[in-house]
């Protein structure tokens, strides 16, 4: 069973660790287990990759003790715009 709307514990939860997808699963006896999976923008940072637990309350007491996320760094070999240079080259069909 998933809820579509999530309970007030758990949106607070994804609030508090945006870095973290969480969700409520339930086995076949119904007994819930939360689980928080790390997005894959901080999977190089040393952070846990899979923290469960039986409660929203006690996962949110574990990230709590886990260490923070640190901010996030640009990749210096991503170039995110052009170089004017280039750009100016396309725009004159490539002619210097």
Sequence with gaps: MYHVIPS????LA??????????VLHDEAGIPEVTAVLKPAYQDTGMAVLVCASSVAELVRLLRAAPKAPLPRRDPDRRYWPLPRQRDRRDRGGQC
């Design 8 to 11: 007030e514990p758990l949106r």
């Design 14 to 23: 994804r609030e508090e660790f945006p870095h973290y997808e969480i969700c």
